[in-house]
């Protein structure tokens, strides 16, 4: 059983910065990819960055030049600070942790941007 705890969440002022962080429990593979999205109500979980256990980092558009993920394999911990942060961040943000026929989420945690 693998579970996944985020913390880091919260009210930040636009143009502020955050930080997010995620641990994940139990039998994990070497070799995955941990990750974050976000969902917003009535839409779909997109995809906010994703970091491959080679260090391998992929960001979506909205969020290339402001994000930065980084991950502790160690600890089994994906990181992920977000800068200038705009009201249209404000979703939940879901911790991802992945490898081949394993899926596994966090329960979330509200970022809530301020204009």
């Known amino acids: 059983q693998v579970h996944l705890e985020e913390s880091g969440g919260g009210l930040v002022q636009a143009g502020g910065s955050l930080r997010l962080s995620c641990a994940a429990s139990g039998s994990i593979a070497s070799i995955n990819y941990m990750g974050w999205y976000r969902q917003t109500p009535g839409n779909e979980r997109e995809l906010v960055a994703t970091i491959h256990s080679t260090r391998i980092t992929n960001y979506a558009d909205s969020v290339k030049g402001r994000a930065t993920i980084s991950r502790d394999s160690a600890k089994n911990t994906v990181y992920l600070e977000l800068n200038s942060l705009k009201p249209e961040d404000t979703a939940v943000y879901y911790c991802?942790?992945?490898?081949?026929?394993?899926?596994?989420w966090g329960q979330g945690t509200q970022v809530t941007v301020s204009s």
């Open positions: 991802n942790l992945y490898w081949i026929n394993h899926d596994y």
